[in-house]
């Protein structure tokens, strides 16, 4: 039966492969479900760092004299 997610492959070195299997024991869980964990983490990581970045940017050029008031946004 072919797998619903998809599978991915990394070369990694001993050190790293040894502490994810360490901590994949402990926690006793599969390494597969650690490395997704901390995939998503980095991910969620990074684009909140993108929309923290768009949002100082976004502030910066914000002008109140030009904004609409927020009764008319929704009108």
Known sequence: MPAVNPRITAVIDKDLA???QRRSESEGRSVSVLVREILAKSHA???ERYWAEEGESRLATFDRERA???GDAWK
């Open 18 to 20: 040894d502490w994810l």
């Open 45 to 47: 990581e990074e684009e």
């Open 68 to 70: 609409l008031p927020h």
